[in-house]
């Protein structure tokens, strides 16, 4: 049976075209969704990317401010240490410039003191210098009134030498000797080995002993020793002295307590052979140097006045004897052998 359609054709054609559209448009639609869905996707996907860089650039801010605090940390304690630094070397300068001063301070207290010391030893010296001047203008003696306090006791000596069996002179010395006397030992007269001995070492057979001052008084003695040791030093010994010969011994002679200085005055006192014996000479000298016991001289030495008595003008005192360098006939050098040795040995 044919139904009989009541819907007009533009209805249909309506009715057709709506079907069409509206697949038209659910097709359209679907598109323009799986459109939006890919299209979501890959905006997520690209957020996630975004968020990707995002969070590393984050991490290496992260690290970044982590470096930069380590770095201000770093620097922080560096210009803490640095300032400390600075602050030690400051009060360290601070300190030396005060020690400094200090020294300084204490350089001019030394110097001062120096300064003062050097005015009060220059005062003390010019003191002193001023009481030896005064000292030396007080001196009362002189070199006439010391020989005439030493003249006494500076004898003349002549020596004879003869052949023990016959008895024949062979030979004369002449010298001077300082009439003296040690403890309990006789009277004697110290003078010179060489004058009481010959050349081969042979004692004299007699001497006579002139003090010339004393009525001249001549006394004849045999008995003499002299030094064993090598010194020119040997004893005329008085067996039966005079009276003036002990008065003369009665008192020791002053002898020089120490030794002298080179430039010292001396003055030698003897009886030269050469001229008149009868009268005392003095000749004077400086000690010029020292030889072991014997004290070198400027002052002339005679053969005759050696064995005599070598004063030591600064303290009126015996300093030894008159000698000579080496023994022999010329006497070239001048020498004065140190009393003490003579006493002592």
């Given at each position: 049976m044919r139904i009989k359609s009541h819907i007009s054709t533009p209805v249909l054609l309506m009715i057709i075209f709506g079907i069409i559209f509206a697949g038209g448009s659910a097709y359209a639609t679907r598109t323009l969704y799986e459109n939006y869905k890919t299209e979501r996707i890959?905006?997520?996907?690209?957020?996630?990317?975004?968020?990707?860089v995002l969070r590393s650039q984050q991490e290496e801010l992260d690290k970044t401010n982590d470096e930069l605090e380590t770095v201000k940390s770093d620097s922080a304690q560096k210009t803490k240490g640095l300032e400390k630094t600075l602050e030690s070397e400051k009060q360290k300068r601070l300190a030396d410039a005060k020690t400094l001063e200090e020294k300084i301070r204490l350089a001019e207290i030394k110097a001062a003191e120096t300064q003062s010391q050097a005015r009060a030893r220059e005062e003390s010296a010019q003191k002193k210098f001023s009481e030896l001047e005064e000292k030396v203008s007080k001196t009362?003696?002189?070199?006439s009134s010391i020989v005439a306090q030493w003249r006494p006791i500076i004898a003349n000596l002549e020596c004879e030498f003869r052949y023990g069996d016959t008895g024949r002179l062979y030979s004369k010395s002449s010298g001077s000797g300082i009439v003296i006397k040690f403890g309990n030992t006789p009277d004697s007269v110290l003078t010179n080995k060489h004058v009481v001995t010959d050349e081969s070492g042979y004692g004299a057979s007699s001497c006579s002993i002139k003090l010339l001052d004393a009525n001249n008084e001549t006394i004849t003695s045999s008995d003499m020793r002299s030094s064993s040791k090598g010194?020119?030093?040997g004893y005329i010994y008085i067996g039966n002295p005079s009276d003036r010969v002990k008065k003369l011994t009665s008192s020791f002679p002053n002898l020089c307590p120490q030794k002298p200085s080179i430039g010292d005055s001396v003055v030698i006192l003897g009886y030269p052979s050469i001229g008149s014996k009868e009268n005392l000479t003095a000749t004077e000298g400086i000690v010029s140097g020292f030889d072991g016991d014997y004290f070198i001289t400027s002052a002339k030495v005679d053969q005759g006045n050696s064995g005599g008595a070598a004063i030591l003008?600064?303290?009126?005192?015996?300093?030894?004897?008159?000698?000579?360098?080496?023994?022999?006939?010329?006497?070239?050098l001048a020498r004065i052998l140190d009393i003490w040795t003579a006493v002592e040995k």
């Open positions: 890959a905006l997520k996907n690209e957020l996630g990317e975004i968020k990707n009362t003696y002189s070199l010194y020119d030093f003008l600064k303290d009126n005192c015996l300093l030894g004897i008159p000698s000579f360098a080496a023994l022999g006939k010329v006497e070239s």
